[in-house]
C-alpha cells in the first residue's frame, strides 16, 4: 500500500476524493484502521476523556500523547500519522518547538495538531520553518472548553463565522498543511473549504469538508458517557471491528457521513 503524505492529501482534495480520519491511541487499533482504508491516524488528546475517563482533555501530558503516538506508530505502516499537542505544551512558539520536536524524535508523529486561530500564527510558522508540519483546529476548541463554557456548536453568529473564515486563510498562510474543523454549521465548513488549498477535515461540520475525523471509541459506539450528536455507531450490525471501520470509510468516501441529521445549520 502506498504511503500516505501531505502531498497525496492535498490532491486528494483537489481529485474530490474525501478523506478518511480517525483517532487512534495504540498499535492493534493502529494496524486495523489502516488495513479498513483510513487515511490519517490522529492521536488525539480525546484520549484524555475516552482512554483516560477523565471529564476533558486539559490534563493530558506531552509525555502520554508522545507515549500513544509511539504506540500508534509500532502498529503502523502507511497512514498518516498526526499527534495532539496537549494543552499548555505549545503556549509559546518555543515551548511549541521543543514539544513537537519531542512529539516527533520520540513518538513517531509526522505532524502535529494545535488548537486556536490568530495567536497561533507565530507558532505555525515557527514549527514550519523548522520542518515541522502543522494541522490547525478551529471551531469548538476542546482546550479552550473553560473559556468557551461547553462544548457546542461554532460560527453561528457573523461575527464568529468571519473570524473562522479569516483564521482559516490566516493559518494556511502561515504554513499549516491541514486544518481541522469541529463543531461549526456544515454551510460555514462548506465556505471555508472551498477558500482553502490544503484540506480541510471536520467533526460535526457537514458532509461539505474535504475528509472526516471521528473519535474511534465514538465510531465503535464504546465511548463513556455522553456522545456526540454528530457521532454515529458503524459497528451496530457489523461483525467486527474491521468490517465497522470500513463501513465508516466508506460512507466518508460517499459523502453519507455526517448527514443532515449529524449536522448543524
Ligand atoms: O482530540 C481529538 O480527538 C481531536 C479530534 C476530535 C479532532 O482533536
Redesign the pocket.
Known amino acids: 500500500m502506498k504511503k500516505i503524505t501531505l502531498q497525496i492529501l492535498t490532491n486528494m482534495k483537489r481529485a474530490g476524493e474525501r478523506i478518511a480520519v480517525a ?1 487512534c491511541y495504540d498499535a492493534s487499533f493502529a494496524a486495523i484502521l489502516e488495513e479498513s482504508g483510513v487515511e490519517v491516524l ?1 492521536v ?4 484524555g476523556m475516552v482512554f483516560q475517563g477523565l471529564d476533558s ?1 486539559l490534563p493530558v501530558s506531552l509525555d502520554e500523547i508522545i507515549y500513544h503516538t509511539a504506540c500508534v506508530a509500532r502498529g503502523r505502516h502507511h497512514a498518516l500519522l498526526v499527534s ?1 499537542l496537549p494543552f499548555m505544551s505549545y503556549a509559546t512558539p518555543e515551548r511549541a518547538l521543543e514539544s513537537a520536536g519531542r512529539v516527533l524524535k520520540e513518538g513517531g508523529a509526522q505532524m502535529v ?1 494545535l488548537e486556536g486561530g490568530s495567536t497561533q500564527l507565530d507558532t505555525v510558522r515557527r514549527l514550519t520553518d523548522h520542518g515541522i508540519p502543522v494541522c490547525a ?1 478551529l471551531g469548538l476548541l ?1 482546550q479552550s472548553i473553560h473559556k468557551v463554557g461547553g462544548y457546542r456548536v461554532q460560527g453561528r453568529d457573523p461575527a464568529s463565522a468571519a473570524a473562522i473564515r479569516e483564521d482559516a486563510l490566516a493559518l494556511e498562510q502561515a504554513g499549516a498543511q491541514l486544518l ?1 474543523l ?1 463543531c461549526v454549521p456544515a454551510s460555514l465548513a462548506r465556505e471555508v473549504t472551498a477558500s482553502l488549498t490544503i484540506p480541510v477535515i471536520g ?1 460535526g461540520a457537514g458532509s461539505g469538508c474535504d475528509g472526516q ?1 471521528q ?1 474511534l471509541y465514538d465510531l465503535l459506539g464504546i465511548s463513556i458517557g455522553k456522545v456526540p450528536s454528530f457521532a454515529h455507531n458503524f459497528l451496530h450490525g457489523c461483525d467486527s471491528v474491521s468490517e465497522a471501520v470500513a463501513r465508516y470509510v466508506a460512507a466518508v468516501k460517499a459523502g453519507t457521513f455526517p448527514s443532515s441529521e449529524q449536522s448543524f445549520s
Open positions: 483517532t490522529l488525539g488528546d480525546s484520549l482533555t495532539d495538531k483546529h476542546p481541522v469541529e467533526i475525523v473519535v
